[in-house]
């Protein structure tokens, strides 16, 4: 299918005239840009074609006549066969598992193509431009018998070696494909990405992804040395001779340009818009032009290639910009033609129809291993596209350079003096003083806007898709209407497993962003979060490593400290021994209570951290599992954590200097009909408005950044110092009243003890970690909880997907 990039997207817009002036996720009408939910913008050159969820790579067969792509993501795989020369697609062939790997042979009869968690290579037979049957090349038992997952794959041009590399087992294999039979395991150093063979066969080259360095493995001997790189290397590129050898560092925004003679890196080209050191370009893709003069570089999380003049290597300077999709993971070029697979596509959207009932898998009536969550689940909505480019030149690359920096709300200004209001409680740069001392920084579980302030008269809600109103969640429908209401605040990830990440680092590495969807996908693997797993971590690590370095007092209860230990270094002496991690068998009235015992013990001794991280999470519920706590009660017992902790605090001596943000660490549970990222977020403090509606759009970024002005930090990543702080919602004045906590309004001991359908599919829910059950079932049984068991969700009753820049009289 074919995609028109003028107008991307054409929806519908119902506002009523308050909501008029407010600025929503969608096409930009003045600009033709579109805006992400998380402030960034779109402006995709060229043409387009569908690719399927996540593609990941592609590559082009030795004749340029194929171009074969590998769709990785949450909901559907597969392997797409495209002409490149017309920009169609020839054949899908659809799978069960796959991840990144791919290659042709030199005669362009097979593919070979990453199985993943199954740990095997599918060997694809090519014939008359079709994806013909696979033969499987076994590295061991299927996940999580064995824990391999290859990744890169490499084949010589007699199709007698085949040569992959892993990122469960950190390993290289080395494969007869003819037999399909193991030549030899070699360890690595740590997980690997991709591999790449010099011209004369004699050396792979592998990205060890997890480290920062590229492994030269000597294919006749067996012999590896390593030449140090940047954080996070992924693509590897060799130019025509081999003699060069370009190396994407992801973390650090760069590119080493590596002289494989001497195994020195002559150059480290800088990739971002700016000059900084903040994470946040991830530069993961490259390729060069056909005269190997011009060195193109997809910077993912800056939705842009950054394109250079490598034609003297160890001189290689800038020549500017393109913009592209969002969150570009792969480039390549044929002749005069930029193709681009964008993993995210072209643009957000809403999700109003999501969750929607399950069909029947059997006579059972659920699902007991679904492979996919549904169109409109969050994880899967957001397809690829392949972008075509005419190579531009002079004025045209001109014009692309300052779309991609009008698409960027980043830049050096904004990152030391932010957005704001002089005199406001809010710094706007390092070294202003706040009245604001204390930070508690609540961190809540999966809710989007309109599951629970939908009901809100003042706010722009759906009522029909609230399940979780006024009566379930008293107290942060109190919040909202005592304190302030943004009801346009979104979060920057997609699900748990980025977005704890994102909530305590304003970034989730490429490894997050680009290895969740596998085991959420129901296709094997861990939970590799919220410092769990060394590779996760970004650079310059977390919000607590920040306070650490700049002298900053922090304490963290249940977040990033799971089993009552903590995840990462620098919590170790600043956790709550007794505060609990994620586990739904535990209320989070009982988390409330055991902050407020640690948090009296610290006031009596003036010892109260300057930010407290707090974890109150029973708002991700277990579904109707026979005997467990009911959705409502669930989500009404979270709804009373979070107003008895803020009535707790607020008859305490430091009320007056202390401000609580609450937020969702991501949206995934349930449907908005604005845009699938926006969800809930609470204030109160005393220096907190009273009685405001704030329609201006913030994100999970904007909060960090806040937090980070009233601490004196600096930003961690490009998403934070872009973003606008929330200093609309503070006054300069304090108001001392404090909260009184709303008593719940239903049953918090309610369990579920029906027996039907929805109860049945939920005991096969797996509740140890958060998001580890699929949320299209979750989120359908609660939905029949609250609605009744026969209950489908009604159609939106409108939704947004324009942004209206200024009123006009035909616009109504």
């Known amino acids: 299918m074919r995609l028109k990039l003028q107008p991307l997207l054409v929806a519908a817009i119902c506002l009523t005239a308050s909501f008029a002036y407010a600025q929503l996720p969608g096409k930009i009408r003045k600009t033709g840009q579109v805006l992400l939910p998380n402030g960034w913008k779109l402006s995709p050159a060229g043409r387009a074609l569908q690719l399927g969820d996540l593609p990941l790579n592609m590559q082009l067969s030795p004749s340029g006549k194929l171009l074969a792509v590998t769709n990785n993501g949450e909901s559907t795989q597969s392997i797409q066969l495209i002409d490149p020369k017309t920009e169609k697609q020839l054949d899908e062939r659809i799978v069960g598992k796959a991840w990144y790997g791919l290659a042709f042979s030199n005669d362009e009869k097979m593919l070979y193509a990453g199985g993943g968690n199954d740990n095997w290579i599918m060997a ?12 499987t090349i076994k590295l061991g038992k299927p996940w999580p018998d064995n824990k391999i997952c290859t990744t890169g794959i490499a084949v010589n041009k007699a199709n007698t070696r085949l040569y992959t590399v892993t990122k469960e087992d950190s390993a290289l294999y080395v494969i007869d494909p003819a037999s399909r039979k193991i030549v030899k395991r070699v360890k690595l150093a740590a997980e690997a990405y991709s591999c790449i063979l010099s011209p004369d066969e004699a050396t792979l080259y592998i990205s060890i992804w997890g480290g920062s360095e590229v492994t030269c493995y000597n294919t006749h001997t ?35 340009v590596i002289n494989t003679l001497t195994k020195k890196t002559i150059e480290v080209i800088s990739t971002a818009l700016y000059p900084t050191r903040l994470t946040g370009s991830t530069s993961n893709g490259l390729a060069l032009s056909a005269d190997q003069k011009t060195l193109y570089i997809a910077n993912a999380d800056n939705n842009c290639l950054a394109v250079f003049d490598v034609s003297q290597p160890g001189s290689s300077h800038s020549l500017g910009f393109i913009p592209v999709g969002w969150y570009p993971t792969y480039v390549r070029t044929l002749g005069n033609k930029i193709l681009v697979a964008n993993g995210k596509g072209f643009t957000s959207m809403a999700n109003p129809e999501g969750p929607q009932p ?37 004025d045209q690359l001109k014009k692309y350079t300052r779309e991609v920096y009008a698409n960027t709300p980043f830049n050096n200004k904004v990152s030391a003096f932010a957005a704001g209001i002089e005199g406001n409680p809010i ?3 390092s070294g202003q003083a706040s009245p604001i001392k204390h930070v508690f920084y609540i961190i809540k579980e999966n809710r989007t806007y309109d ?10 809600g759906d009522t ?18 005592n304190f302030v209401l943004l009801d346009n605040f979104y979060v920057d990830a997609e699900v748990s497993a980025d977005g704890h990440n994102w909530s305590t680092a304003a970034y989730a590495t490429d490894f997050i962003e680009k290895t969740w969807p596998t085991s959420y996908g129901g296709r094997g693997g861990n939970y590799d979060s919220e410092g769990t797993r060394k590779i996760g971590d970004p650079r310059d690590g977390y919000i607590w490593d920040y306070c650490k370095r700049a002298g900053v007092s922090y304490r963290t209860y249940g977040e990033f400290a799971d089993d009552y230990k903590p995840n990462i270094k620098s919590l170790i002496g600043h956790y709550c021994v007794k505060a609990p991690s994620f586990d739904l068998d535990i209320t989070d009235r009982y988390r409330e209570q055991v902050w407020a015992h640690d948090f009296d013990s610290l006031v009596k001794i003036n010892k109260v951290p300057q930010l407290s991280t707090i974890r109150i999470s029973n708002d991700h519920t277990s579904g109707q599992q026979k005997g467990a706590i009911s959705p409502i009660a669930a989500v009404a017992d979270n709804d009373q954590g979070v107003g008895l902790l803020i009535e707790h605090l607020s008859q305490s001596p430091i009320w007056k200097e202390s401000v609580v943000f609450v937020l969702e660490d991501d949206a995934q549970n349930g449907p908005d009909h604005i845009d699938a990222h926006r969800s809930p977020v609470y204030l109160a403090g005393a220096y907190v408005k009273r009685n405001a509606v704030i329609h201006n759009m913030y994100s999970t970024s904007g909060v960090l950044r806040t937090i980070e002005l009233i601490l004196n930090l600096p ?3 490009q998403y934070d110092a872009a973003a606008v702080p929330l200093f609309e919602c503070f006054n300069d004045q304090p108001d001392l009243s404090p909260y009184k906590a709303i008593p719940a309004q239903v049953n918090l001991e309610q369990r579920n003890v029906a027996d039907n359908q929805s109860s049945k599919r939920s005991q096969f829910f797996n509740l140890a970690k958060e998001d580890a059950v699929p949320d299209l079932d979750l989120n359908d049984v609660i939905w029949k909880y609250v609605k009744g068991e026969s209950a489908v969700l009604p159609a939106p009753k409108r939704s947004a997907f324009v942004i209206l820049e200024k009123k006009k009289k035909d616009d109504d």
């Open 124 to 135: 694809f037979h090519i014939q008359n431009n079709k994806i013909g049957k696979a033969d």
């Open 715 to 717: 930003p961690m990543s």
């Open 451 to 460: 599951q629970v302030l939908g009901d809100v008269p003042q706010g722009n």
């Open 464 to 481: 029909s898709l609230c399940i979780f109103g006024e009566k379930v969640t008293p107290n942060e429908h109190a919040l909202v209407n």
């Open 427 to 429: 710094p706007r740069k």
């Open 358 to 394: 399950v069909k029947k898998a059997d006579n059972s009536g659920y699902k007991k291993a679904p492979t996919s969550r549904g169109e409109q689940y969050i994880g899967g909505l957001f397809k690829g596209t392949l972008s075509f480019i005419d190579a531009p030149k002079g």
């Open 222 to 256: 067996g012999s590896m040395t390593g030449i140090a790189a940047g954080s996070h290397p992924n693509e590897l590129l060799l130019n025509k001779t081999g003699k060069i050898l370009f190396v994407a560092n992801a973390n650090d925004n760069s590119v080493s």
